[in-house]
């Protein structure tokens, strides 16, 4: 298949530019530039080898593998306005900077020991990357990688000491901000970067947003970008803060959920990324309970609670809004199950196979792509039909990215 | 054996010989189990697999350390093979470590202690 389209391509390539030289009345000097387009391209991470394949949404299918990315256990993927590259966060602390068109490195820089994701901004032209060791957030010129920014996550801890915290949730914002919260510090900090240029002597302007909550371990923006939501591992409930107007400080949200009642041992931590938005409710995971909880966006209240299989670890929309899809976190990840946004009961329940890790839907959602790590495979659904179309190979597979995601906020 | 055995009674011979073999195997087996519960290969390679990609997921997969802390040999100096048991069986309050004891065995959670301290994910 792939090689077929290879040689479609080709073929339009050697059609256009023979069109183009009669055109130009066989200038043989002419060049014309050719593009290849990458909207139905993503990449898929496959964490044991440190590498990541380039798929093609369209045709089902592996175009390349890229290798020598580093610690891949939970990376993560944005990607450049162009949709040419992919900027991979290793756990390692690597950023690498992967031309998907060209299927090559473009570069990398080893940025910090230890990190876990980030963040490209509103314009394109900085990639912010949120780290565990030594903490804090840095910022990259997009272009070169090199340093514009570095943010250490310094808070002072209940005995007056100064420490760095390990940062986490980070978004990018309208206003060409990033978002991010301190796990240990128990704040979120909002890094403006309108006036901030990478000359020298520049810095962004930081407001910092104090006691949101204890242990904010993820975070999500909606897809506006005007709320940011970050999860608490420390306490119920969630911290909210309207970026419209962040002098107002974020507001606990849920703070009774499930008051009285023990929390079940966490095995992973639930992931807050995107939004799962179904006309006014949103759906989140609940920490260490079998649940989704709905919350009322108007009034930011809860107004349901969604029993399912296991703890959720992504609770993600369709993109038309009509179901929500989760998956589940350790021993209970064999599994996916869909819920009806309309009347919040579950539809369908579905058994992908051992260690269902993350689900990308195609851009407009009429097929959905399934990670299965401990099968080495990809498994690509009808989100209609609930059918099986075809499956892939891939060593180890964790989070699959499409590049649609390139004009999406906070994605 | 004699050159004059016939192939019948070679054949028993060698049945008798293995079933000891395989019968001394089955109770050396019972007894460890009775005593320290051996960890068969098999599930010696469960673990490790869980290790790497189920504790991976916050220690990160070379154990280097993520939300939560590293596992490496360096970081359990002052501490013994108890603690760290103890530690993967409860889980820490205050902490995002839980506690694994409804998903694997005390001698499981002895093993991945050994194998932990004694630096065997860097060989």
Redesign the interface.
Known sequence: MPSQNKLKLKAAILTTTLSFATLLGGCASTTVTQYKASGDLGTIIERADGAVSIVNTSDRAVEGRIEGLGDLSHASIVYSRDEQYAYVFGRDGGLTKVDILNQNIAKRVLQAGNSIGGAISQDGKLIAVSNYTPGGVKVFDAETLELVADIPAIYTDENGEQKQSKTVGLVDAPGQRFVFSLFEGNETWIADFSDASSAEGTAPKITKLKSVGKQPYDALISPDGRYYIAGLFGQDGLALIDLWHPEKGSKLILPDYGKGQERLPVYKMPHLEGWAVAGNYAFVPAVGRHEVLVVDMNSWTQVGEIPVYGQPVFVMSRPDAREIWVNFAFPKNDTLQMIDAESFELKKTLKPGKAVLHMEFTPRGEEVWVSVRDEDTVRIYNTTTYEEITSLKALKPSGIFFTSRAHRIGL | MSKTASPKKLAIQLTVVIAIIVLAVIAKRAVASETDGEISADRAAELT?ML???C???H???L????GPSLLPEEFKGKNIEYIKLTILH?RSGT?M???K??ISERDAEWIAEYLYSGQINK
């Open positions: 697999h790497k990609h189920d991976g997921s916050c990160g997969m070379t280097k350390g993520g939300l889980g995002a839980p506690p694994w409804s998903i």
